[in-house]
């Protein structure tokens, strides 16, 4: 039996811990902070109870899938509730856009705004379901070390097919012209992504996902799905060490045969890192063992961060649906601020999750829970003030939307910003997505799985492949496990 440290409670870090303990290996993960979960931790405030990241619950095929690894299923856990509509995208006071569930609703819907337009969605999703179905199944199960995997697989004539090397702005111009289709198809890509002109167009998938599969709610809210997982590692036997900042790997022989935590030493087989890639590199391995150094992160084009307000207000908020993005600004002068002239928005897009629509549980009585995100670039200098400055753009466009102004119901307040993900999380430059899905960081080109210099660390989570997101974070624990277990065999 093998001794094996993880570092980090994220859905990486829980994913690898219990696929590694199923196989028999004794696993300890290391968090630094007191709850596990990572950025889908959770709080309570007065009654109310808060997802302090993930809201979106899609791709729940990746979710099931990872728990029937373990003979379980979603339905153990929470109910996951599908969300009808799905979100709604706010373009002005009197012109949204809901998002059915159904989805033939949803394209007579688009049929309605540009003619045509219903079909050529239909075309879209079918193209962006072969792309969901190989990408999902197969390549994002890739370790990204070369070429060959895509060769053996037989990939990389699918990698043309995929539309690996084209751009999704271009392909989604070849089927709406409509600027308010455009913007709901490239919603997903920017949050957590790039620019959409510089996004391959295989993340189309991701449209797949939000536009066919739906949008769903595990009920009680994220927090019950960082419960699943928790549940499944303890079942396993893996040990959680709580409150314990891992300060350095010992190195002897190429090899980590210590981590030092808090002050103390202990022993180790082989590590998974899902802490923040850079921050492991740069902070607990010397340099001649790191992968890279600090200009390749520098030139790395990380996605957003965020301004984050929790609020709780105790009266209902009619006219929010659960999922709002509030795109009554311009989108593309709004990413060029977060990609290229970086800075503090002009006249920021915005998001806003209302949970306590669906589920009366994260509320007191008549209240409502309410979480704003603006994206933002990473490494921003973040002020009380500017945050107090964005609140206020954020909140009088919400009053002004609902036809109601509720300052004087907010009973509860709480900001997270680039300052936070940096203490909190030890978050390069306080990215709140790792990086950015440019061709030139996908697949093979992302940051290593696999340490070339140390024999038995692993990398996972959000900034090696797959990518950003919960179910590539649940995939990169997999797959890190995997890895993990072909180097203790030989
Ligand atoms: C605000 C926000 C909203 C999001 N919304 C969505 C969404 O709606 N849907 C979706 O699918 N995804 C969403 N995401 C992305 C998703 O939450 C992340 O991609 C995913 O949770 C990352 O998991 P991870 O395990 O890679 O990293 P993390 O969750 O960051 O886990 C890494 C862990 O390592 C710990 N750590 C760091 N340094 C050390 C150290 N030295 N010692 C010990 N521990 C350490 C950290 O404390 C952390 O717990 C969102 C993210 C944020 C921030």
């Known amino acids: ?199 391959p167009a295989l993340y189309s998938l991701m449209n797949y996902a939000g536009l066919k599969q739906g949008t769903f709610y595990p009920m009680g809210g994220f927090g019950k799905v ?64 790191r992968n890279y150094n600090e200009s390749y992160w520098d030139k790395r084009t990380f996605a957003p961060s965020s301004l984050i307000y929790y609020l709780g207000i105790d009266k209902k908020v009619p006219k929010l649906e659960h999922h709002n993005l509030f795109f009554d600004a311009d989108l593309d002068i709004h990413s060029a601020e977060i990609y290229k002239n970086i800075k503090w928005p002009t006249d920021p897009l915005f998001y806003v999750c209302c949970p306590s629509k669906t589920d009366h549980t994260v509320v007191p009585e008549g209240s409502e829970n309410l979480f704003l995100l603006m994206p933002i670039a990473p490494g921003l200098n973040d002020t009380e003030e500017l945050r107090e400055q964005y609140f206020k753009v954020m909140m009088d466009r919400i009053y002004k939307y609902t036809g109601e102004n509720f300052s004087e119901n907010i009973v509860y307040k709480r900001s997270y910003c680039v300052s936070n993900f940096i203490e909190d999380y030890n978050a390069y430059k306080g990215n709140a997505y790792g990086l950015a899905n440019t061709l030139f960081q996908t697949a093979i080109f992302k940051p290593k799985l696999k340490s070339k210099k140390i024999k038995n660390l692993f990398f996972s989570g959000q900034l090696t492949v797959p990518g950003p997101g919960v179910p590539p974070s649940i995939i990169s624990g997999q797959v890190a496990a995997t890895e993990l277990m072909k180097y203790l065999k030989n």
């Open 1 to 199: 039996m093998s001794s094996i440290s993880v570092i980090g409670s994220g859905f990486a870090g829980l994913s690898a811990a219990s696929v590694l303990a199923a196989k028999g290996n004794s696993v300890t993960v290391f968090e630094k902070n007191i709850e596990i979960g990572g950025r889908a931790r959770t709080f309570g405030a007065q009654g109310f109870s808060y997802d302090m990241g993930p809201s979106w619950y899609w791709m729940p095929d990746v979710f099931e899938r990872f728990y029937n690894l373990f003979g379980r299923t979603t339905e153990d856990f929470y109910e996951l509730k599908k969300l009808d509509p799905g979100f709604q995208v706010i373009f002005g006071n009197d012109d949204t856009v809901k998002i059915p569930a159904d989805f033939d609703e949803l394209c007579d819907l688009f049929e309605s705004i540009e003619k045509g337009s219903g079909n050529q969605l239909r075309k879209f999703i079918k193209i962006a379901e072969i792309k969901y179905n190989t990408g999902i199944n197969d390549l994002v199960y890739q370790p990204g070390h070369s070429f060959k995997e895509f060769l053996s697989f037989g990939l990389l004539k699918d990698a043309f097919s995929l539309q690996i090397f084209s751009s999704f702005s271009k392909h989604v111009r070849q089927f709406f012209t409509n600027p308010q289709l455009i913007s709901i198809i490239e919603f997903p890509v920017l949050f957590l992504g790039a620019m959409p002109k510089d996004t």
């Open 226 to 289: 960082i419960e699943a997982f928790k549940t499944i590692a303890d079942e396993l036997g893996v040990e959680f060490k709580a409150n314990e900042n891992v300060e350095k790997l010992e190195i002897s022989a190429n090899k980590v045969s210590h981590l030092i935590s808090n002050g103390q030493s202990f022993n180790t087989d082989a590590v998974i890192a899902s802490a923040d890639y850079h921050h492991v590199e740069s902070k607990l391995l010397p340099k001649e063992f």
